[in-house]
Each structure stands twice: as structure tokens, then as C-alpha cells.
T-cell receptor
Framework: ETGVTQTPRHLVMGMTNKKSLKCEQH?????MYWYKQSAKKPLELMFVYNFKEQTENNSVPSRFSPECPNSSHLFLHLHTLQPEDSALYLC????????????????FGPGTRLTVL | GENVEQHPSTLSVQEGDSAVIKCTYS??????FPWYKQELGKRPQLIIDIRSNVGEKKDQRIAVTLNKTAKHFSLHITETQPEDSAVYFCAASKTPAGGTSYGKLTFGQGTILTVHP
């Protein structure tokens, strides 16, 4: 599959479970992002990785732990989540340029629909 | 940090009418403003974007205008069609510190557009 893929597409977990979300991009991009999309709320940026280095952590609770082993893969490790963490988790990627002023389209994956019981 | 407000939250039009969605932003340093369309159950996709050195940009039936002084930008869709029905998100970003360019976007709350045949 081309573009940005995410697995699993749906996940139901209990509050005591540990699970991981996976994102893979096949676009040769260097920046990857995790977003949370809840009903009636804007897309919330969670983490940004640029060349495998975390550059943004938007005050995300420690029960969400990202990992970026290389520029093509991004994981979100989940543990002891709360019911309010139920949402659509979107991964995105974009190119990075060494110069300012060049803006790049973010390509989104299909998302993982997470339900925490 | 940046704050983006989007209005209206819902918009219902008849096929063939025009639709306008407006966004305001708070950070005067923001210089890139993309618009994303998210159809039901699908991923957000970029439909048009504008940089701060441009006041208006058109692409067929869609256009975006930017007023830097007032810190607002708008999406205009003319001759709407039922397939335009979706959630539309505006976003704003600025060049990150350090000079490299990748897209840390702050999104608006979204507008649910419904086009009635």
C-alpha cells in the first residue's frame, strides 16, 4: 500500500491493557506526527518527530509513549488508558526542507479508532 | 501558542450555492494556512493552502483569501456539489525555530458542510 498506513484500524482495550499503534509512511518523508481526533474537538497535535528526533510533545500524558525507530515508522505505545482517551488517532507525515519558508503538505493515514472500556 | 477559531461549526447549502468558511488565528508569526477536507470515515486531505505573502489563491471551484492585518482567512467554495459534503478544517503554522521547515499545524474546530441536492 502506498502513502501512509496505520494498524490496527480498530482497537478496543481495557484500562489495564498495554497496546501499540503502528504507522508507516512510504513517501520518503522525514517528519511524522501523531494527532488525536475526538468528537466535536479540533485535531489535536500530540507528538512530532523530525529525522527520528522528537521535536514536539504537546503536554501529552505519560500513558501515551511514542517511538520513532526510523523516518518511515512511528509507534504510539498505550498503557493504563482512560475512557476519555477513546478517539481516532491519526498519523501523518511530511517532507522536511533545510530552509525556512518551504511548507509541506501533511499526508494523513486512515487512523486507528480506539475505544477504551 | 497559536489558537485557531473556525466558524461556522455546521453549514448547510443547496447544490449550486456558494459556501464560505472563516478562520481566525492568534499568532501574527503564522505564515502558512492549509485547508483540509475529511469525508466521512476517511482521512483528512489537503485541498488548498496559502502562504502569508499571498492574499488570494484559487483552484477551480475553491479559493482561499488571507487578511494578515486582521489575522483571518477564509475558504470559498462556488457551485457546490453533493460530493463537497464533508468536514473542512483550517490550520495555521509558522516556521519552527532552527530554520528547518516541517509543518506543525494548529487546527480549527472543523465545519460540517452539507450540500443538499
Amino acid at each position: 500500500e502506498t502513502g501512509v498506513t496505520q494498524t490496527p484500524r480498530h482497537l478496543v482495550m481495557g484500562m489495564t491493557n498495554k497496546k501499540s499503534l503502528k504507522c508507516e509512511q512510504h513517501l520518503g518523508h522525514n517528519a511524522m506526527y501523531w494527532y488525536k481526533q475526538s468528537a466535536k474537538k479540533p485535531l489535536e497535535l500530540m507528538f512530532v518527530y523530525n529525522f527520528k528526533e522528537q521535536t514536539e510533545n504537546n503536554s501529552v500524558p505519560s500513558r501515551f509513549s511514542p517511538e520513532c525507530p526510523n523516518s518511515s515508522h512511528l509507534f504510539l505505545h498505550l498503557h493504563t488508558l482512560q475512557p476519555e482517551d477513546s478517539a481516532l488517532y491519526l498519523c501523518a507525515s511530511s517532507q522536511t526542507f533545510p530552509s525556512p519558508g518551504v511548507y509541506n503538505e501533511q499526508f494523513f493515514g486512515p487512523g486507528t479508532r480506539l475505544t477504551v472500556l | 501558542g497559536e489558537n485557531v477559531e473556525q466558524h461556522p461549526s455546521t453549514l448547510s447549502v443547496q447544490e449550486g450555492d456558494s459556501a464560505v468558511i472563516k478562520c481566525t488565528y492568534s499568532d501574527s508569526a503564522s505564515n502558512y494556512f492549509p485547508w483540509y477536507k475529511q469525508e466521512l470515515g476517511k482521512r483528512p486531505q489537503l485541498i488548498i493552502d496559502i502562504r502569508s505573502n499571498v492574499g488570494e489563491k484559487k483552484d477551480q471551484r475553491i479559493a482561499v483569501t488571507l487578511n494578515k492585518t486582521a489575522k483571518h482567512f477564509s475558504l470559498h467554495i462556488t457551485e457546490t456539489q453533493p460530493e463537497d459534503s464533508a468536514v473542512y478544517f483550517c490550520a495555521a503554522s509558522k516556521t519552527p525555530a532552527g530554520g528547518t521547515s516541517y509543518g506543525k499545524l494548529t487546527f480549527g474546530q472543523g465545519t460540517i458542510l452539507t450540500v443538499h441536492p
